[in-house]
T-cell receptor
Framework: DTGVSQDPRHKITKRGQNVTFRCDPI?????LYWYRQTLGQGPEFLTY????????KSRLLSDRFSAERPKGSFSTLEIQRTEQGDSAMYLC???????????FGSGTRLTVV | AQSVSQHNHHVILSEAASLELGCNYS??????LFWYVQYPGQHLQLLLK??????LVKGIKGFEAEFIKSKFSFNLRKPSVQWSDTAEYFC???????????FGGGTRLMVKP
């Protein structure tokens, strides 16, 4: 058990459909991060929350992507009108400080067909 | 743009061999440096981190890394690898005490028994 839970573990969707992923961070961590990892690459930063506030967003996060953390606990990442290029592993991480040393979840693998 | 390079994509070693994985980052101000490891089928885990002080950092499982500021490098080392070190290794950097980590592309290490 990593302490950071992500659901679902795998998602297969048809192009054009909307998908939503959930992340439950370690309870005492106030910072939450979303990353995306494609095959053969390192994780790429998507967005960051401190408590319920979304403080940073990558240019990778197009307007089809939206993330929320409504009560400063769990977070959701929604992708609208999915495209094949969205196929990737979506990673969530949390930390108690802003100095890295994140705890990562196991990720949600999205396949868009 | 800030970037992290890991020169070796695949490394194959025999047990007891010494390991050194290269990591170079682009200039961008003050840096915090990290190595993460991903064992097969598992989530990313922190191996070690450097914030300040002694540039030789010791991590878990006998790993260490040396920060050489003049070379913009943070190479990972282990004197004697074991079969259980088979994994993918990622170098990551945060710039100017920021919250975002920039990851390298990863090095896949295979240790032959």
């Amino acid at each position: 058990d990593t302490g950071v839970s992500q659901d679902p573990r795998h998602k297969i969707t048809k192009r054009g459909q909307n998908v939503t992923f959930r992340c439950d961070p370690i309870s005492e961590h106030n910072r939450l991060y979303w990353y995306r990892q494609t095959l053969g690459q390192g994780p790429e930063f998507l967005t960051y929350f401190q408590n319920e506030a979304q403080l940073e967003k990558s240019r990778l996060l197009s307007d089809r992507f939206s993330a929320e953390r409504p009560k400063g606990s769990f977070s959701t990442l929604e992708i609208q009108r999915t495209e094949q290029g969205d196929s990737a592993m979506y990673l969530c991480a949390s930390s108690a400080t802003g100095l890295g040393g994140y705890t990562f979840g196991s990720g949600t693998r999205l396949t868009v067909v | 743009a800030q970037s992290v390079s890991q020169h070796n994509h695949h490394v194959i070693l025999s047990e007891a061999a010494s390991l050194e994985l290269g990591c170079n980052y682009s200039y961008g101000g003050t840096v915090n440096l990290f190595w993460y490891v991903q064992y097969p089928g598992q989530h990313l885990q922190l191996l070690l981190k450097y914030f300040s002080g002694d540039p030789l950092v010791k991590g878990i499982k006998g790993f260490e890394a040396e920060f050489i500021k003049s070379k913009f490098s943070f190479n990972l080392r282990k004197p004697s690898v074991q079969w259980s070190d088979t994994a993918e290794y990622f170098c990551a950097v945060s710039y100017n005490a920021g919250n975002m980590l920039t990851f390298g592309g990863g090095t896949r290490l295979m240790v032959k028994p």
